[in-house]
């Protein structure tokens, strides 16, 4: 497996970045809202403060010199309870799926902000959960913990 890493996505890259966020947006809708109950899946009103807002973060997660996906990080807390960052979108493009890319990026990510993290999980996707369980437990977090919610569950942690 090549190296993996994050790199920022870069002003220029913002319409780049967008043409891969709506596919990811609208296939994690068919599986957590198909009847659209929250709207359409690629309405995303913050997208724009990644770039002007410094609790907020687009990376891209690179393979070697391959651009294999993203991740958005950000400072919300699902659970309400506050937390110093939060993932709020992470893709591994499914061609680069099950190689351990993921893992790989998801410790990354946790690396650039030492302190506590929240992130959630729909029950829909049981795959999402258990890929962010062993994340989690790979990235050496403490106090971890889980909040169930009414259709997904909040992951706590602390990095760094």
């Known amino acids: 497996m090549a190296e993996v890493g994050l ?3 870069a002003l220029s890259e913002k319409a780049e970045l967008r043409r891969l966020l709506n596919p990811y947006l609208i296939a994690h ?5 198909p009847q659209r109950h929250h ?3 690629t309405d995303y009103p913050n997208f724009d403060a990644y770039w002007t807002e410094l609790e907020r973060r687009p990376y891209w997660i690179q393979a070697g010199a391959d651009r ?8 919300y807390s ?6 110093d960052a939060g993932v709020a979108e992470f893709c591994v493009l499914p061609q680069w799926r099950r190689a351990g ?10 690396a650039t902000r030492p302190g506590l993290w929240e992130l959630q999980v729909y029950d829909a996707t049981a795959p999402a959960l258990a890929f962010w369980r062993r994340a989690i437990a790979a990235a ?6 889980e909040i169930s919610l009414a259709d997904r569950r909040v992951h706590r942690f602390r990095v760094g």
Do not use: H, Q
Request: glycine share 14%.
């Open 140 to 145: 050496g977090a403490r106090e971890a913990t």
């Open 29 to 33: 809708a068919d599986v957590v809202d």
């Open 68 to 75: 294999v996906g993203f991740a958005l990080v950000n400072r």
């Open 7 to 9: 790199v920022p996505v």
């Open 78 to 83: 699902p659970s309400g309870l506050g937390c």
């Open 39 to 41: 709207g359409a899946p």
């Open 101 to 110: 890319i993921g893992l790989a990026a998801a410790c990354a990510v946790f």
